[in-house]
C-alpha cells in the first residue's frame, strides 16, 4: 500500500525567500514520487519526478526535489520565490509499475510581496 | 495547436442523467489517463490506458467507464449521474505510463500533460 502526506495545507513565503514544500511518502515497494501544480482556475501541470534515477531531481520553473529513502521524503525546494509561484502544489506516489498511483491532500503556497 | 483538449468545458445536468466527456491528444502519445477533482481540491486518479489497455482502475464505481476508440482519444462516460460526480475531471497524456515504462526507456524524460478539465455539476 502506498500513501502520501503533505505537511502544511498552506504555506506563506516571501518573495525571494526559500520555498519549501514537505512530503513524505509511505510504500511497501520502491515508489515514483512525483510533484504536480495547479495555478489558480487552472489544470494540472507536472513539475517534476523521481523514477530510481539521480536522488535529486530538477523540474520545471527553478524547482527541485530530493528523494531520502531514510527520511521517507520527497520535499519541493526552490531557492527564491517569486510571485508567480502562487498555486497548489500536489505531491504523489506511484508503485514502479505503475499500477497504483496516490495524491497528497495539497499545499497551497501564497508568496507575500 | 492545443496538445490535450476536452470537451464540454461545462457539463450541467440532472441526476440519473447518462453523460459522457470527450478527451483527445495530438502528441502521439500511448497512456492516457482520467482524474477527478472534488470541491475541495481532492485529486484522484480514475484510470490509466497504455495502447488500449487497462493499467489503472481505482475505487471507481463501475458506473464511469473509459472508452478509447483509438489511442489518441480516451473518452469517459458516466451512467446513473449523482450528486458526489460533481466534481473537476482531467484527462492527461504521456507517453509512457506513470511509474512504469518499457524495458531501455528512460521514464525519467517523459513528462505528461493535462487537459483544461471538465467542470461537471450534477442538479
Known amino acids: 500500500a502506498q500513501s502520501v502526506t503533505q505537511l502544511g495545507s498552506h504555506v506563506s513565503v516571501s518573495e525571494g525567500a526559500l520555498v519549501l514544500l514537505r512530503c513524505n511518502y509511505s510504500?511497501?515497494?520502491?515508489?515514483?514520487l512525483f510533484w504536480y501544480v495547479q495555478y489558480p482556475n487552472q489544470g494540472l501541470q507536472l513539475l517534476l519526478k523521481y523514477t530510481s534515477a539521480a536522488t535529486l531531481v530538477k523540474g520545471i520553473n527553478g524547482f527541485e526535489a530530493e528523494f531520502k529513502k531514510s527520511e521517507t521524503s520527497f520535499h519541493l525546494t526552490k531557492p527564491s520565490a517569486h510571485m508567480s509561484d502562487a498555486a497548489e502544489y500536489f505531491c504523489a506516489v506511484s508503485s514502479n509499475t505503475g499500477n497504483q498511483f496516490y495524491f497528497g491532500t495539497g499545499t497551497s503556497l501564497t508568496v507575500i510581496p | 495547436d492545443t496538445a490535450v483538449s476536452q470537451t464540454p468545458k461545462y457539463l450541467v445536468t440532472q441526476m440519473g442523467n447518462d453523460k459522457s466527456i470527450k478527451c483527445e491528444q495530438n502528441?502521439?502519445?500511448?497512456?492516457m489517463y482520467w482524474y477527478k477533482q472534488d470541491s475541495k481540491k481532492f485529486l484522484k486518479i480514475m484510470f490509466s490506458?497504455?495502447?488500449?489497455?487497462?493499467?489503472i482502475n481505482e475505487t471507481v464505481p463501475n458506473r464511469f467507464s473509459p472508452k478509447s476508440p483509438d489511442k489518441a482519444h480516451l473518452n469517459l462516460h458516466i451512467n446513473s449521474l449523482e450528486l458526489g460526480d460533481s466534481a473537476v475531471y482531467f484527462c492527461?497524456?504521456?507517453?509512457?505510463?506513470?511509474?512504469?515504462?518499457?524495458?531501455?526507456?528512460?521514464?525519467?524524460?517523459?513528462?505528461?500533460?493535462f487537459g483544461p478539465g471538465t467542470r461537471l455539476t450534477v442538479l
Open positions: 490506458y497504455n495502447n488500449k489497455e487497462l493499467i
Open positions: 502528441l502521439g502519445h500511448d497512456t
Open positions: 492527461a497524456s504521456s507517453q509512457e505510463a506513470i511509474g512504469g515504462g518499457a524495458v531501455g526507456r528512460d521514464p525519467s524524460t517523459d513528462t505528461q500533460y
Open positions: 510504500s511497501s515497494v520502491p515508489p515514483y
